[in-house]
């Protein structure tokens, strides 16, 4: 199993609270793609970081050996409809709850 640590990136810094109701939706089914890898044990965790100098997302990822976190991350909603991109960054170890 490889594990990431992801960064959404949004395509500009005050977009939490300036979104356009295309956005808003996109980011609906952000929220529900991310859900749904989520209790397929693909996601370990998610959620946005309300960073002062510009909020982004988070996600954790378990992924198996022969997947690409770049083919999974590209299926994102918002990332396919070109409003903002993701970071990945490999982790040596996840431990986890539950």
């Not at 979104?19 to 089914?29: I, L, P, R, S």
């Amino acid at each position: 199993m490889k594990a990431y640590l992801c960064k959404f990136i949004p395509p500009r810094a005050d977009f939490l609270t300036t979104m356009t109701a295309d956005e808003a939706k996109w980011m609906k089914q952000h929220g529900a793609f991310l859900d749904d890898l989520l209790a397929k044990g693909v996601v370990v965790a998610h959620g946005p970081v309300m960073d002062p100098n510009g909020g982004y997302g988070v996600s954790l990822y378990q992924i198996a050996d022969g997947e690409s976190i770049e083919a999974i991350t590209s299926q994102d909603p918002i990332v396919k409809n070109g409003a903002g991109h993701y970071e990945h960054y490999p982790m040596r170890h996840l431990a986890a709850r539950g």
